[in-house]
């Protein structure tokens, strides 16, 4: 290891063998820390598991870090991890839990093993948590650990973390996490720790920072939106239910505020009104909205906000603020403009004057300059000039990448580039934050960015010309209505001239032209794309990106930035490239390596003296350990990311020969900017707090395998009802039997078998047809959370659960189960209604229970108080048992069930026979079925025993008029 503080963190961990929880800044290189660990692990010492959710990041940046352990050591491979799934059978499991190997596992697999006692507890040398931060006392984790310690002492228990912002939220969070995994050590190392400090800054990279101004119309639709959100937060403020300290534009920036508010608001979530929860959804769309500003090219962003404008309209709070149309009208400004033929007359003679004027290859009508915008005299005397602006960041990129061309020539020709820059042949790397903004700043350094601008204004136009396709079949019924929605979404509005004074004939006006400029862009088309064939026979790209038929046509323009002069824009004709590009941005590529999938773009071979290096674009959500696979030299930061310049850092200090350089491409005066120095400032609290917690924390003394908190709470109710025995047998306490509950394997999901657990029950996990709990033979148990319920409502599966259950066992319970945070009501009083409605969840449970008389719902507050409730219906109760549950609802080839316990309790054929017949109904029916064996005593009843059964005469005659009657015969 190269890292000083890993080798600190490690043996701090291996001084203590019970383990610990350790907390470190984000980007300090978690996985290889873990990588570390696992290497100095050996298979005498027995089998380590590593606790990760299926889908976790950490897993691939472990392996990818082993593995290249195992290439540099002497020895080869030691024994990579791997994986141990549910697909793998019993027995092969278990021999591999004594294989003495690290494996990784989910909890869910580990907790079913455990109870199964598949794992020989004997054999396990320790557990490491990836991801401490989401536990809590009744997690599947916690769970695990406890049986672990039961069973082996000895076993060490290693949790990490790298999000110290989520282990201070909530009340003493990593005190109680630190409890529930039998840990008495804490380990903290933030970035201002001064052993990582003067590590990380003994080397520093060469860094660049350029401040890129906005456009105008950037700051306009900046400002407008904090202006909104200032004014979204004000309201909420008046609701007097959440913490005002809380409801800050800082906060607003990041997506752990919308956690913050709703964490707040779930206890009464269904007491607030549909405003308050309308502007909880509205601070989300506008953070989204600063998000894509800086992220996004203008058309897209013109694109999204569109479809805001359709899908919020009727119920957005946001969208009736003062500022909100600037948001609109200054984002519509930067990708096209309306004016009159008059304005427009004026604005040609001066172009002609100057000379900067041509036409297009389309028509007469278009005229294109050289600029970017162009004007379209479509209908009823309106121009529509398009303007089409840039990413003021686009003109920087290509800058900092033909000056890093020309600092590496320059280091060659003098003899200084040295063996570390030629294993990397000059890769520039560029961070961006997603797979769409490196798929178009690759089809803006191959192409030019007025062409990748042109690409996505032509798909903006063309889906109008789809919308209307989709809309006018159901509009034309209604062609006297006025249309629903605003401005350029609408599909079918008729043209109309300027002169018409009504309030929406502008957004008509304007979508007519828009339409028409689709529809000549579409008629062109086929003639385009013969010209695109012809010239695409001519170009060939071979494996490395080089051009090696073809001419490229190169306009060089002026530009400028703030340290930059003398800028050029290279424009080549790969248009073969560019719509592989364009076609496969819906693509989902996030879980392939960058490394393979990240393009490299080679230097444009062409008369433009200023070339650029080529250039791999690494995705930042896609979480893969792209520095130590390229080695670069340069990297530029387009999307800055605090845990991404952390990794910059470290892969610095790890090689200090290296010459490093970074550029990071800020807007100047941004949200960007903000963001990022409150990024630094969050964490910096965070920690400050957990040193704090830590310095005053309260741990058992005997916190290395008894639950001291947990079990003492449990053991209270117990001796005070044994208070209540004290005349039977002069108190003696009576030998409890150990009670057991059938849990069905997917209930694992939830923690409520961890708190089953805890009260001292046994748990047997199998797979479960009919039920999720069986506490007794005759007593079957669905639970439903709030969420689950109303979704089973609506899919209609809680209908043919309860059916199955009512079926098999005599006692069906439905367990209707609140979160222990939340108000213990449905909804607030006022939205109950005294009549039947399809949509009152009210009204949907009383038809359940009238269908279904032998149904019993219980509600229970919480977890704990589930556990409470099964204790009570389990009193005097047989045990369930284990292999008859298994069998229920399973049928044999022949079609039938062996031992069916329907038999006992339950015939289906002869119950929906019996309700068919004239006279029997929903109130009686019950009754007869109690009174009869069989349908043949039926028959053979009298009609004074009938009227008692069925309670009236006239029913048991017709009743018996019915079975008494003759067979017609045709003669």
């Not at 298979?43 to 990760?52: A, D």
């Not at 800054?201 to 939106?225: F, L, N, T």
């Not at 970074?662 to 100047?668: A, E, P």
């Not at 923690?751 to 001292?760: E, Y």
Request: hydrophobic share 35%; aromatic share 6%.
């Amino acid at each position: 290891m190269a890292l000083k503080f890993h080798q600190q963190i490690i043996s701090d961990l291996l001084e203590d063998s019970n383990g610990g929880l350790v907390i470190l800044s984000s980007g300090l290189s978690l996985p290889k820390l873990i990588a570390s660990l696992l290497l100095l692990h050996s298979p005498s010492q027995g089998t380590v598991l590593l606790l990760s959710p299926s889908a976790h990041s950490l897993k691939s940046r472990i392996l990818h870090y082993l593995s290249s352990a195992s290439t540099d050591s002497v020895d080869g491979d030691p024994s990579l991890p791997s994986e141990i799934t549910a697909d793998l059978p019993a027995h092969h499991r278990h021999s591999l839990y004594s294989s003495g190997r690290p494996f990784f596992i989910t909890p869910r697999i580990l907790i079913v093993d455990l109870l199964m006692q598949r794992l020989p507890a004997s054999l396990l040398a320790g557990i490491i948590i990836l991801n401490a931060h989401s536990l809590a006392e009744t997690s599947t984790e916690a769970f695990i650990v406890r049986i672990v310690k039961t069973l082996n002492r000895s076993a060490y228990v290693r949790a990490f973390s790298d999000r110290p912002q989520a282990m201070v939220a909530g009340f003493a969070k990593t005190e109680r996490t630190m409890r529930a995994l039998f840990l008495r050590r804490l380990h903290l190392w933030p970035r201002f720790q001064l052993d990582v400090s003067q590590e990380l800054d003994r080397e520093p990279p060469e860094v660049v920072d350029i401040r890129v101004p906005m456009s105008k119309y950037m700051v306009g639709i900046q400002k407008a939106i904090v202006e909104v959100m200032d004014a979204c937060l004000k309201e909420m403020r008046k609701t007097n239910k959440v913490d005002v300290e809380d409801l800050t534009v800082e906060n607003g920036l990041f997506k752990s505020f919308d956690e913050i508010v709703r964490r707040q608001l779930d206890p009464i979530w269904h007491t607030l009104g549909k405003r308050t929860k309308q502007l909880v959804s509205d601070l989300k769309t506008l953070r989204k909205l600063l998000d894509y500003l800086i992220r996004y090219d203008a058309v897209s962003y013109l694109k999204y906000l569109d479809t805001l404008r359709v899908s919020e309209s009727f119920r957005s709070v946001w969208l009736f603020a003062e500022a909100s149309y600037k948001i609109f009208d200054y984002a519509k400004k930067r990708v096209y403009r309306l004016s009159m033929a008059n304005d427009v007359k004026s604005d040609e003679q001066v172009k002609n004057v100057t000379g900067k004027k041509r036409k297009s290859k389309g028509g007469g009508n278009s005229k294109e300059a050289v600029d970017g915008t162009a004007k379209s005299n479509t209908s009823g005397g309106v121009l529509l000039e398009e303007i089409l602006e840039e990413a003021p960041k686009w003109k920087v990129l290509r800058e900092v990448l033909e000056e890093a061309q020309e600092e590496r020539q320059k280091q060659t020709l003098s003899g200084e580039d040295n063996s570390d820059d030629k294993d990397n042949n000059g890769i520039v790397l560029v961070a961006c934050k997603d797979e769409r903004s490196c798929m178009q700043l690759e089809d803006c350094i191959t192409n030019t960015p007025q062409k990748v601008m042109r690409e996505e204004w032509e798909k903006y136009l063309l889906s109008k010309i789809e919308l209307r396709t989709v809309q006018t079949p159901q509009k034309q019924k209604k062609k006297q209505k006025v249309p629903k929605g605003f401005g350029i979404l609408d599909g079918v509005v008729p043209v109309t001239t300027m002169q018409n004074t009504e309030p929406s004939s502008v957004c008509r006006q304007e979508d007519e032209v828009l339409k028409a400029a689709a529809a000549k862009i579409k008629n062109l088309g086929k003639t385009k794309d013969l010209a695109l064939g012809d010239n695409k026979a001519e170009i060939q790209i071979d494996k490395t990106g080089h051009q090696t038929k073809g001419k490229d046509k190169i306009k060089n323009k002026k530009g400028s930035s703030r340290s930059r002069r003398g800028s050029s824009n290279g424009k080549n004709a790969m248009e073969d490239e560019a719509e592989r590009l364009s076609g496969s941005e819906t693509e989902d590529k996030a879980s392939e390596p960058n490394t393979s999938r990240a393009p490299e773009v080679d230097a444009i071979h062409s008369s433009n003296p200023k070339q650029i290096p080529p250039v791999c674009f690494y995705a930042l959500e896609s979480d893969q350990p792209i520095l130590e696979t390229l080695k670069p030299s340069v990297i530029i930061v387009y999307h800055p990311d605090m845990s991404f310049v952390r990794e910059i850092e470290v892969y610095k200090s790890e090689n200090p020969r290296k010459q490093v350089k970074v550029y990071f491409l800020f807007y100047d005066e941004s949200m960007e900017v903000q963001k990022f120095e409150a990024s630094i400032r969050r964490e910096n609290s965070a920690f400050e707090s957990l040193i704090r917690q830590k310095s005053m924390m309260m741990i058992p003394v005997d916190q290395d395998g008894v639950c001291m908190g947990l079990s003492s709470s449990t053991d209270l109710p117990a001796s005070s009802s044994q208070n209540s025995l004290t005349r039977k047998a002069g108190g003696r306490k009576e030998t409890e039997k150990e009670t057991q509950v059938i849990v069905d394997m997917r209930e694992f999901m939830s923690s409520l078998p961890n708190v089953l657990h805890q009260k001292g029950m046994r748990i047997i996990p199998i797979t479960l047809e009919v039920g999720d709990y069986i506490l007794s033979p005759s007593i079957c148990v669905e639970r439903k959370s709030i969420q689950d319920l109303f979704m089973s409502f609506t899919s209609g599966r809680l209908f043919h659960q309860v059916e199955m259950m009512a079926r098999y066992y005599r006692i069906p319970v439905l367990l209707i189960e609140f979160s222990q945070d939340k108000s213990f009501s449905f909804q607030s009083a006022s939205d109950i209604s005294d009549d039947v409605t399809p949509n009152s969840i009210i009204s949907k449970l009383s038809l359940l229970v009238l269908h279904f008389p032998r149904l019993r719902i219980i509600w229970s507050r919480s977890l704990h108080a589930t556990a409470e409730i099964f204790t009570a219906l389990k009193a005097n109760q047989d045990e369930p048992d284990e292999a008859k549950a298994t069998r229920v609802g399973v049928p044999s080839e022949e079609g039938f069930i062996e031992n069916d316990v329907r038999a006992e309790n339950y015939n289906t054929s002869a119950v929906e026979m019996l309700r068919r017949l004239p006279g029997v109904t929903d109130a009686n029916y019950r009754a007869i079925t109690e009174g009869c064996k069989n349908m043949a005593e039926l028959v053979t009843l009298p009609v004074e025993r009938l009227e008692e059964l069925m309670g009236g005469h006239k029913a048991a005659r017709t009743l018996r008029e019915f079975l008494d009657a003759k067979y017609p015969t045709l003669l």
